[in-house]
């Protein structure tokens, strides 16, 4: 539909148009005028049969009466002058109730004698009708006396419609021929006026191909008598105006793109070189960061790891104080025996003093170097961790007692409680140092921080396996919570509460580091202010087991 729409010319649909209107007048027009004529004759051949009916009953009256019908017989003859009349029957009535029977007949010379017509008098009075498809007309009349009224008779008359029927016939084809002669005046009238109109139109049509294909927008269509089509020239020249201005406009607008083109390379060319040179210089500035951060890391990690060696120091002192003490006393106690012993004055009740008081040294000299041992042990794990990058095996709850045992100079003096709920048994394989550096900035960072303004205040550090190779570690405190402004920004950098009074900013950096790089693993914090805080660390560990 759409191929025929696009196919469809402007000079085939007016051809169209004009002579489907021009056939469907003229056919209602032909048929209106076929059927009136027809109307018309067949009105003057009935009036002439009814007229011929009157005269022929009014003349056959008078005869009737006779018993032979020589008479009417002589009388119909006379129809022989009337062309249309092919049969006349004249009945006669014996009595009103008896059936007409024929009394007298007329029958044109080479017309057949018609009979068994009583039935249909009364149908046929005055009524003429078709009959044998049309060749002729059948009617009848009533015969009266006209003295004394009474009805005598019937008169049967037969016409002729061959006149007619050649009348009708002249008309139709009279028709035709004239609805043919007027079909082709107006086709002729309609090729000349759709040149009329489609002439100007298909050569607008052409002008614009031809100012399309040659971009020739200064050209400019003629104009038309015919209004409309003035009209769309008018139309056609104003859009090539336009599109001759919009043509100039984007000359010129591309010419100047040409040249901020051209401006735009060298500037980009230009602030391309700058661009490298600075992003040189950012790259170096930032390996110079970098090799920065990770100096303060690790002057933060040595700074903690001799706050560790100062207190385990200071740890171990008292214990090898006392042993030395304990020592001192047993070398005294010891000359005055061996004095005694050599002079002979050694009595038993000195002896068993001096070995009493000898045994109590003894085990206080053990009791404090053990606890010395224990104590440098711990810290050699803890250092050693905190320096080293393998992975080891270690009891989960074992790494925390060290951790713990190692900040005992610094927690000692505080009421701080710190709670360890973890599987005694659970034992993992991974980076021990990373887990003592977070743990320990953890823990400070509440006692710095969190536990400020406490006196007591509480820590709980649980682990758990969340799965086979991943290990869950929650460190929750219960100290003044985090500022929201704080907490958003407590992983970055040089971020800290205590500016100006001892704090870098770099302890949750620190651990956020270790988790993420070292570890592998995320940390997520929750926090409210004034309801403690919450770091839940997940990281990824290996041959993870408990015993049963």
Known sequence: MTDNAVKLSIRSLFLWVVMSITTFSLAILSTLAVYTQIETYRNELESNAIMLAKLVAKSASTYLYDETPERIESALSNLSAAELVLNAHVYKLQS???????FASYNREGELLLGGKEGQLAPLFMTPQFADNGQYFELSAKVFDNDANIQLGWIYLRVSSDNFNDLVGESIWLNIAVALLLLAISFYSAVRLQRVVTGPVEDIASFLQR??????????????????????????????????????????????????NASLEDMVSHRTTALKDANQELIQTLEKLH????????NEKMASLGDMVAGVAHEVNTPIGLGVTASTMMLDRLEVIQKDFDNKTLKASAMKRFLDESKENLNIIYRNLNRA??????????AVDQTSESSRSFCVVQLVNEILLSLQPRLKKLKHNINVNCDPTLN????????????????????????ESM???????????????????????????????????????????????????????????????????????????????????????VNAKTSE
């Open 428 to 451: 993992v394989e991974t980076k021990a140092g990373p887990i003592n550096q977070i743990l320990i900035n953890l823990i400070m960072n509440s006692v710095i921080h969190g536990f």
């Open 291 to 298: 090799q920065f951060q990770r100096q303060i890391v690790q």
């Open 455 to 541: 006196e007591e205040g509480t820590i709980d550090i649980s682990a758990e396996l969340v799965s086979d190779n991943k290990l869950k570690l929650v460190y929750t405190d219960n100290g003044k919570g985090i500022p929201p402004e704080i907490r958003k920004r407590i992983f970055d950098p040089f971020v800290t509460t205590k500016r100006g009074q001892g704090g870098s900013g770099l302890g949750m950096h620190l651990v956020y580091n270790l988790v993420t790089q070292a570890l592998k693993g995320s940390i997520s914090i929750t926090s409210e202010e004034g309801e403690g805080v919450e770091f839940v660390i997940v990281f990824p560990v």
């Open 373 to 382: 041992a224990e104590l440098i042990s711990s810290f050699k794990q803890v």
């Open 96 to 102: 009103k109730s008896a059936e007409p029977q024929i």
């Open 211 to 260: 100012t399309s294909r040659q971009r020739d927008y200064s050209a400019r269509a003629e104009r038309s008598s015919i209004r409309e089509l003035d009209i769309l020239a008018d139309a056609v020249n104003v859009m090539l105006f336009r599109m001759q201005e919009y043509m100039q406009k984007q000359r010129q607008a591309e010419e100047q793109h040409r040249k901020l």
